[in-house]
Nanobody
Framework: QVRLVESGGGLVQAGDSLRLSCAAS????????TGWFRQAPGKERVFVSA????????IYADSVKGRFTISRDNAKNTVYLQMNSLKPEDTAVYYC?????????????????WGQGTQVTVSS
């Protein structure tokens, strides 16, 4: 089992950058595929990106390709989401999620472990 804690959210202007962190406060993070999802006000939670346990494979939603980069430092039990060229439509609560089965997935129901979320607000 792993407990996840997100951080790094905040209020920024369009075009700015933010880096989110997802730290595993219990357990060893390296075996877990880790994903980022986001939920905008009044909308369903949607997939953003995911990374394999070793960090060698990544997938992205089309809406963030070329702007967001997912990475991980297993020595620090942390996964990052570097978000560049932020847009107002990126405003959402961002959640990280983890799964031990080794396959990358964009499906929300694939991931059994979730953090509490961190708010990202991008003003125009």
């Amino acid at each position: 089992q792993v407990r996840l804690v997100e951080s790094g959210g905040g209020l920024v202007q369009a075009g700015d950058s933010l880096r989110l962190s997802c730290a595993a406060s219990e357990g060893t993070f390296s075996p877990y595929v880790t994903g980022w999802f986001r939920q905008a006000p009044g909308k369903e939670r949607v997939f953003v990106s995911a990374i394999s346990g070793g960090g060698y494979r990544t997938i992205y939603a089309d809406s963030v390709k070329g702007r967001f980069t997912i990475s991980r430092d297993n020595a620090k039990n942390t996964v990052y989401l570097q978000m560049n060229s932020l847009k107002p439509e990126d405003t959402a609560v961002y959640y990280c999620a983890a799964d031990w089965r080794g396959s990358l997935s964009s499906r929300e129901d694939w991931y059994p472990y979730w953090g509490q979320g961190t708010q990202v607000t991008v003003s125009s």
